[in-house]
């Protein structure tokens, strides 16, 4: 049967079948609804769909000879009435997705809504979400389902036959749904319509949904609420609303290795943007997020310890009391030196160094510096110098410097077992003639900070090259005269008895 199929196909093809299929199409729409004609539509459309699965030039040519406003004209007679029909035209939309081409707009978005409003098909709705989903990929569409009001419609769809929900089937296409609504939020604009100054019914529904029996409707608002939390100014409205609160008690009731790992990474994530906004901070300090979350530590999924990192480096930026307890955890100390060492996640990697370095640089505390120092954390801080980029290489300067000024006695060793001075001479090799002036200060700052040990001193002057990257700095047009006199002053000191 496939083969008598696959040479009809090829017949049609050659005998030009798309212009004919189209013309029988439109022939058929422009009796309306002749009973012969809604038959003709039936049979038309279920052979346009055979004729295009995996032909994607047909499918090009297609959209080119407007095969979209051709449905969209079956779908404005059948689309409520003719089941068979309407499943054949949005197997053929999906088809037609596959060709990459956005082709959404207006029209059919409006003939989508009235479908979704009004089928009791369980199959024809989850078509419809699917192809409303794979379209909203675009920018563009997200901002045009977001005005055709598809958020809301969704939400009064999930809410009315979300109980009901029960089955493996309907629960997919409840999970559809909500994945979509998500996708739209993940767009600027339309998230900011859907907030609306926090007034939006989407976002007031889904903020709700935080306190939702229904694991699906939960994890749904969650998700939701880190796409609003986007923005300095919603994130601080939040907090004011005590939405942190919420995510806080979702986080101790879900805080093993044993919990959906999808619901605690979208906690995290809301939480860590919630964190950002520098008057948030001590609030959600003050009600308990180091304490909440250090739980979490115990669970060794990657993307969690990556959100996990990076939320606790986030919430202590300028909290020197809370970067001063979290550094003085030495279990987490340990467990930030051993992530420092994971290759095979470079963001948990990237995000435990710097966790090291914020602890040492709001804190500017001895008691943090030795912890970090006894567990090993230095030789990574070293390491970080030589970060791909110029924020992680500031941070190392900036924590090895503090360093060297609190616990000299202690880092020196560290310094010299780690070949400072090679790393130095590459820094300065690499990165001198290109980054921002503030950071080659810091740099030789950290220089100046060591050469006070004769010990250092004498490991720098073993350093063959350095003395080569000292005087080629010096020739760098963005050096200021200022930083000159610096690096000659470190050259003298170097070069003295």
Request: proline share 2%.
């Amino acid at each position: 049967m496939s083969i008598i199929l696959e040479n009809g196909k090829i017949m049609l093809k050659k005998k030009d079948g798309l212009k004919y299929i189209l013309q029988m199409l439109k022939r058929a729409t422009d009796l309306k609804n002749i009973e012969s004609a809604n038959t003709l539509r039936r049979v038309a459309s279920g052979l346009l769909l055979n004729f295009l699965v995996d032909q994607e030039s047909l499918q090009q040519q297609a959209l080119e000879e407007n095969i979209i406003q051709v449905l969209c004209n079956i779908l404005e007679i059948d689309g409520v009435t003719a089941k068979e029909t309407v499943t054949h035209i949005l197997l053929t939309l999906g088809v037609l997705n596959d060709a990459n081409v956005t082709f959404l707009d207006e029209r059919l978005t409006k003939i989508i809504v009235n479908i979704l409003s009004n089928s009791t098909s369980l199959e024809i709705s989850e078509m419809c979400l699917e192809l409303l989903y794979d379209q909203a990929d675009d920018e563009e569409v997200k901002l045009l389902l977001t005005k055709a009001n598809i958020p809301e419609l969704l939400l009064k769809l999930i809410e009315t036959h979300g109980p009901k929900c029960t089955s493996e089937e309907t629960r997919s296409v409840l999970k559809v749904a909500c994945n979509l609504i998500i996708l739209i939020l993940t767009g600027d604009n339309s998230m900011n319509i859907l907030y609306n100054n926090g007034k939006g019914t989407v976002y007031n529904n889904f903020v709700k949904w935080l306190d939702s029996n229904d694991e699906d409707f939960q994890v749904t608002a969650v998700l939701a609420v880190g796409n609003f939390a986007r923005t300095y100014t919603h994130c601080k409205l939040m907090v004011e609303q005590d939405i942190h609160k919420k995510l806080l008690q979702l986080i101790q009731k879900n805080d093993s290795k044993n919990s959906d790992i999808r619901f605690q990474h979208a906690l995290l994530s809301a939480l860590h943007n919630l964190v950002i906004p520098v008057d948030n901070k001590p609030i959600i300090l003050k009600d308990g997020l180091i304490d909440i979350l250090y739980p979490m530590l115990d669970i060794p999924t990657f993307p969690i310890v990556f959100k996990l990192l990076g939320t606790l480096r986030i919430v202590i930026d300028g909290q020197k009391e809370a970067a001063v307890s979290l550094g003085k955890k030495e279990d987490l100390i340990k467990r930030a030196v051993v992530w420092c060492g994971i290759d095979d996640h470079p963001g948990v990697q990237g995000e435990a160094n710097r966790l090291l370095a914020w602890l040492i640089n709001n804190s500017r505390d001895k008691d943090v510096a030795l912890v970090i120092i006894k567990y090993g954390g230095t030789q990574y801080l070293i390491k970080m110098i030589l970060a791909e980029h110029a924020l992680m290489q500031n941070e190392a300067i900036l924590s090895l410097t503090y360093l060297a000024t609190m616990c000299p006695m202690q880092f020196k060793n560290a310094l010299i077992e780690n070949n400072i001075g090679h790393v130095i001479c590459r820094f300065l090799e690499e990165n001198a003639s290109t980054l921002e002036l503030p950071i080659i200060y810091n740099m030789f700052s950290f220089i100046d900070s060591i050469i006070k040990s004769d010990i250092i001193k004498q490991h720098l002057n073993n350093t063959t090259e350095l003395t080569t990257a000292l005087k080629n700095v010096l020739d760098y047009k963005n050096i200021d005269s200022t930083l000159k006199e610096k690096i000659n002053i470190i050259f003298n000191t170097l070069n003295s008895s």
